[in-house]
RNA sequence: GGAGAAAUGGCAGAGUGGUCGAAUGCGGCAGUCUUGAAAACUGUUGAGGGUCACACCUCCGGGGGUUCGAAUCCCUCUUUCUCCGCCA
C-alpha cells in the first residue's frame, strides 16, 4: 500500500510511474488527495469537539470537588450536546477513512524508473543469458514422458488421490525433490540466509500484511471452517514475521530463508503449457527473504541476483534473467527479475525465480519499521525472491540431463542424492 | 474438551473512577569521568493523527457499553499461562 504523504507530495511522479503498467491513475490519485483532505478536515473538526468536552469534564470534577453540584449540573448538559456531534463526526471519519483504504488497496506499487515499458510477458528485458544449451540425443523426451518412463513422478496417482496438479513423486524422484531442498536451503544459509520453519497456514491478517487480501483470496485455498488460508508462497508467513515490528537499524539487514510447499488455486489455467510440472496447485520452494535499510535495498536486489545465478551455475543450466516489464510487474512489486531455465525438450523457457523489491509497499501495510539514526520510526524495504522453485527446476535439470542411458544428477547433487543416475 | 488466572510502553512491572500517556527497574541514546573501555553519576527515551512550529486529538489485547469523566466498572471476543483430559 503507498503511503498517502508520499502522494501527496510527487503526485505528478506516481501518475507517470503507474502509466507503466498501462494503467491510468489520475483519477485514483486525485481521489486519494482529495479523500484524504476531506478526511482530515473531519479530524481536525472531531478533535476540536473531544479537546472541548474534556476541557468541560475536567471542570465538572472541579465544581464537585468545590461542592457547587449545580453548577456542574448546567456544565454536563452541554456535554450531552457535544456528545452527539463528536459522535456524528467519529462516524464521518470512520466512513471516509475507509472509502480512502479501499482506494489505496486498489493502487499497485509504483514501479521503479528501471522498469521497461510494455503490456506482456514479450515485452520482458533479457538482461542476462548464460549456459549452453544442450544438445540432445535422437528422441529426446519432455520430462512428463521422463517422469513416466523412469517411474518417478506420477501425475494420475496424484490425480486419484487430491486432483490434477498435485503429483506424486516415487523412489529416485522423490529423493531428488529433498535432495534439491536441501542443497538450496544449505546454499541460502552459506550465504548469510537463517533458515527458518514457518507455517502452512496463515490467519487473515497475514494475507492481508502481504497483499494478497483482500482482492486476490481467489487465487489461495481456504480453511472456511478455522479461516486459514494455505500459503501461495513461504513470502506470506515469512514476511509477516515482520508485522508490526519496529527493528533497530543495527538489526538490518535482515536475511531469512526457508523451505515450504506452496498452494495454489491457479483457477482457469489450463492448456498445453500447463502440463506435467509446469504449473501445479502444490509445489515445494525454497525462498529468501530480506529486510533491507530503503538506502540498500537495490544493492540487496542486485546481491540477491547474484546469489541466485551462482546456484543455476552450479546446477550447469541454461538460463536468463529478465527484468520485468511494466505489464507484467507484480502487484507490490517496484521491480522484479525473472529467471528462466531452457526446458530443451520443450524448446521453451520456465520461470523458475522471481526476485522482486517491495520497497515500501509491504511494509507500510504490515507497519515494519525501524528506529533510524534520527531516533524516527521508518518503513524498511522488503524484498524477496526464489531460491529456487523445485518443479520447473526438476524439470529443466530431467530434460537437459537426459541421455539414452538415462538422467544424469548433476554433479553438486549427487552428494545430496546419493546416486548419479535415474536409469 | 473441562476448571481457574491473566493481558499495561523495547522488556519486566506498578497502577480499582478525574491531578495517568501511565511509577519503578532493566535496556536504548546523549553527556561527565577515563589514554580508551568498564563501572559510577547526570540527562533523555512509547506510537499514530494534526500543525510551518505549537496547541490539540487518539491509543493501556480487539469490539461494545455505563459515566460529565474509564488503564481502572460492566458485556463480549481473542490470546496466553496453570491444573485436568486427550494425543504425534
Redo the contacts with the bound molecule.
Keep these: 500500500m503507498l503511503q498517502?504523504?508520499f502522494i501527496r507530495e510527487n503526485k505528478d511522479l506516481v501518475i507517470t510511474r503507474l502509466a507503466k503498467r498501462n494503467i491510468d491513475a489520475t483519477q485514483m490519485i486525485n481521489d486519494v488527495i482529495s479523500f484524504?483532505e476531506e478526511r482530515?478536515r473531519i479530524?481536525?473538526e472531531?478533535?476540536?469537539t473531544?479537546?472541548e468536552?474534556?476541557?468541560?469534564?475536567?471542570e465538572?470534577?472541579n465544581l464537585?470537588?468545590s461542592g457547587e453540584a449545580q453548577k456542574?449540573n448546567i456544565?454536563?448538559e452541554k456535554?450531552?450536546q457535544l456528545?452527539e456531534t463528536s459522535k456524528e463526526l467519529n462516524d464521518a471519519l470512520n466512513t471516509k477513512s475507509d472509502e480512502l483504504n479501499q482506494l489505496l488497496y486498489k493502487i499497485p506499487n509504483v514501479p521503479n524508473e528501471m522498469v521497461p515499458n510494455g503490456t506482456a510477458d514479450t515485452d520482458n528485458l533479457e538482461v542476462f543469458k548464460e549456459g549452453a544449451i544442450p544438445v540432445l540425443h535422437e528422441g529426446a523426451l519432455p520430462h512428463w514422458e521422463l517422469a513416466k518412463k523412469y517411474d518417478i513422478i506420477d501425475f494420475e496417482l496424484g490425480n486419484k488421490i487430491a486432483g490434477a496438479g498435485f503429483p506424486v513423486y516415487k523412489g529416485k524422484g522423490a529423493r531428488l525433490q529433498r535432495a534439491l531442498i536441501a542443497y538450496f536451503l544449505d546454499k541460502n544459509t552459506a550465504a548469510g540466509y537463517t533458515e527458518y520453519q514457518l507455517p502452512h497456514l496463515v490467519n487473515e491478517a497475514s494475507g492481508f500484511g502481504t497483499g494478497q487480501l483482500p482482492d486476490k483470496e481467489g487465487q489461495m485455498y481456504h480453511v472456511t471452517e478455522d479461516n486459514l488460508y494455505l500459503i501461495p508462497t513461504a513470502e506470506v508467513p515469512g514476511t509477516n514475521i515482520f508485522r508490526d515490528v519496529?527493528l533497530?537499524e543495527s538489526e538490518l539487514p535482515v536475511s531469512i530463508t526457508g523451505y515450504t510447499p506452496c498452494f495454489r488455486r491457479e483457477a482457469g489455467s489450463y492448456g498445453a503449457h500447463v502440463r506435467g510440472l509446469n504449473r501445479l496447485h502444490q509445489f515445494d520452494k525454497v525462498e529468501i527473504l530480506r529486510v533491507e535499510h530503503p538506502t540498500k535495498s537495490y544493492e540487496a536486489l542486485d546481491g540477491m541476483v547474484a546469489h541466485v545465478k551462482t546456484i543455476l551455475q552450479e546446477l550447469k543450466l541454461p538460463y536468463r534473467i529478465l527484468r520485468l516489464c511494466g505489464g507484467d510487474l507484480g502487484f507490490t512489486s517496484a521491480l522484479t527479475y525473472d529467471f528462466e531455465v531452457f526446458s530443451t525438450a520443450q524448446d521453451r523457457w520456465l520461470e523458475i525465480s522471481s526476485v522482486s523489491n517491495f520497497e515500501t509497499f509491504q511494509a507500510n501495510r504490515l507497519k515494519l519499521?525501524f528506529?533510524n539514526s534520527d531516533?524516527?520510526?521508518e518503513l524498511a524495504h522488503t524484498l524477496n525472491g526464489s531460491s529456487l522453485a523445485l518443479p520447473r527446476v526438476l524439470a529443466g535439470i530431467l530434460e537437459n540431463y537426459q541421455t539414452e542411458a538415462g538422467i544424469v544428477i548433476p554433479e553438486v547433487l549427487q552428494a545430496y542424492t546419493g546416486f548419479k543416475i535415474i536409469d
Excluded at 468536552?53 to 475536567?58: G, M
Design positions: 498517502v504523504p484524504d482530515r479530524q481536525t472531531l478533535d476540536n473531544l479537546a468536552s474534556n476541557a468541560l469534564s475536567k465538572i470534577g464537585y470537588k456542574a456544565l454536563k456535554t450531552s456528545k519496529v533497530n519499521r528506529k531516533g524516527k520510526n
